[in-house]
């Protein structure tokens, strides 16, 4: 059997990405990547990167100028809001997961620069529902190995 050992130091910290151990049989998670986003003593929080979903943005939205962003499950929780990530830079209220990685924030602000006409292609990423975890689960699963991070 091949033993597979991450090469990061199995901390559990916000801007880290979490693989699932490939035969999960969980529905959201099984061969999974997580983007953990907060982490601390109340829990923590992060988006499934790679679940994507063939309804675009603007169905949803459908007040929004035309832009074209992935949308994705971001996990099990709360399953009917809609979160983002971004690179904006500035963006009012935005919660910092590493230096220019910004999770939420004013989305007024956000659809005035839309409406403006600024190109926010490729630096906005929005999830349905999250992934969330109680104080000291996510270490219990990192620890028998359901994730790698």
């Known amino acids: 059997m091949i033993r ?7 901390i559990p910290e916000p801007g880290k990405v979490l693989l699932a151990e490939p035969f999960m049989a969980d529905p959201h ?3 999974k990547a997580v983007l953990l986003c907060e982490h601390n003593e109340e829990g923590s929080f992060g988006f499934v990167l790679n679940n994507f979903i063939e309804v675009g943005l603007n169905e949803l939205l459908d007040d929004l100028p035309a832009v074209e962003c992935r949308l994705s499950l971001g996990g099990p929780v709360k399953n009917s809001n809609l979160y ?6 500035g963006a009012p209220d935005a919660i910092t997961v590493k230096p220019g990685l910004f999770m939420g924030g004013d989305f007024d602000w956000v659809r005035s620069l839309l409406d403006a006409g600024v ?11 999250y992934a969330g975890w109680t104080p000291g689960q996510l270490e219990d699963e990192i620890k028998s ?3 790698f991070v």
């Open 29 to 31: 998670f099984g061969r």
């Open 119 to 129: 190109q926010l292609e490729g630096k906005l990423r929005f999830f349905i529902g």
């Open 84 to 89: 983002y990530l971004h690179t904006i830079e």
């Open 4 to 10: 597979f050992t991450p090469s990061s130091n199995g």
């Open 145 to 147: 190995r359901s994730w």
